[in-house]
């Protein structure tokens, strides 16, 4: 590989927002390429971001992370490492690089801080190695990363098709822009275990896992078409289906990957109640144990209002759709 010298440019400093998946990806067509096995399509979300800065290092010896302050293991580095070798072979450079990157919301726990994070690391280490890339080529690049990041570039609602390299826009109709997800943050702390192993876990040993991925693409293909049609029941109701075929799938692994606490249970009870009384709203549940509640932006003070006071409900995070992740002034 050729040395290249990298000057002024070699530092940059990138935001990228979170996404919550309406149909979810779960499970991988291909382990080393890190493709996935079923289609998937997500709401960014404005009020969870990442933010990450990358300066190749001429004097550095490795690759160093740094992650809400705390430095991390080169155990806890890998996927970052990686990252940085294919951008390092793309742009034909060497340097090691220093890479801090910041969440504003708890890293880890089924709040999607892999695809926030990957994809502003994504955009600040190419930008840093002078490469300027399409953001299909960014998407492919966060995506090889891990799978929801690669629809982390981009704003909006993002689908990625099952066994896809990369992550598309959709063009959405009007009801779009009155969606807000209404988070209820029922513990802080760390999913008992990752996304990537789950995965690979409920793959191999739940009996239903081929019936998901038999599901899977007609639950995508609802909650897009009532996206587009702009019908929020329909896209409500297609959403937690989507959520729940993933989770029985994931119960019945071995062993059971059971992600909900009560107060999950408690939360997804109070989203039917307040439906029972006339108010729009549906769950969703990812690798951990926080609810998230679609609604539009006129309900959502009374959904949260609900949601305040299921007990084990700590604090809840209002967001609005988000943009495409974007460069910000180098550190
Ligand atoms: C999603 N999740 O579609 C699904 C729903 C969680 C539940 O994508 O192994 O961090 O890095 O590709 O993307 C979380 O998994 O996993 C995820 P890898 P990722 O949002």
């Not at 000057?7 to 927002?17: F, I, N, V």
């Not at 966060?142 to 689908?159: E, K, L, M, N, Q």
């Not at 003070?301 to 299921?310: D, G, I, K, N």
Request: contains cysteine.
């Amino acid at each position: 590989m050729s040395h290249a010298v990298i000057g002024a440019s070699s530092a940059s400093k990138a935001l990228a927002h979170s996404n919550i998946a309406l149909a979810k990806y779960w499970g991988k067509r291909d382990l080393a390429r890190n493709l996935p096995d079923v289609p998937s399509l997500s709401m960014t979300l404005a009020a969870l971001c990442t933010v990450t800065s990358v300066r190749f290092d001429p004097e550095a010896s490795a690759d160093h992370f740094v992650l809400n302050g705390s430095a991390q293991l080169p155990s806890a580095s890998a996927k970052v490492y990686a990252l940085l070798d294919r951008v390092r072979q793309r742009a034909g450079i060497e340097q090691r690089a220093v890479v801090e990157s910041s969440n504003d919301f708890p890293t880890a726990s089924g709040l999607a801080s892999s695809a926030s994070g990957f994809a502003a690391l994504a955009l600040a280490a190419t930008a840093a190695a002078g490469l300027q890339l399409t953001s299909a080529e960014l998407s492919e690049l966060a995506r090889s990363a891990s799978v929801s990041a690669g629809r982390s570039i981009h704003g909006g609602f993002v689908a990625l098709e099952a066994g896809a390299e990369s992550a598309e826009v959709l063009e959405v109709g009007p009801l779009a822009k009155e969606l807000v997800m209404v988070v209820a943050v029922t513990d802080p702390g760390p999913k008992a275990v990752g996304s990537t192993s789950a995965m690979q876990l409920t793959q191999q040993s739940s009996p239903y896992y081929s019936s998901f991925r038999e599901h899977a693409p007609a639950a995508y293909r609802e909650v897009r078409a009532a996206l587009l049609a702009s019908d929020l029941e329909r896209l409500g109701a297609a959403m937690e289906h989507s959520t729940l075929l993933m989770h029985a799938c994931m119960l019945a692994a071995q062993p059971p990957l059971l992600y909900w606490s009560g107060a999950t249970v408690s939360a997804l009870r109070c989203v039917q109640e307040l439906r029972r009384a006339g108010t729009i709203a549906f769950f969703t549940i990812d690798a951990g144990p926080h609810v998230k509640v679609l609604t539009r932006a006129s309900d959502s003070p009374r959904v949260s209002a609900a949601l305040q006071s299921v007990p084990g409900v700590q604090r809840l995070i209002v967001s609005g759709v988000g943009g495409p992740a974007r460069q910000l002034e180098a550190p």
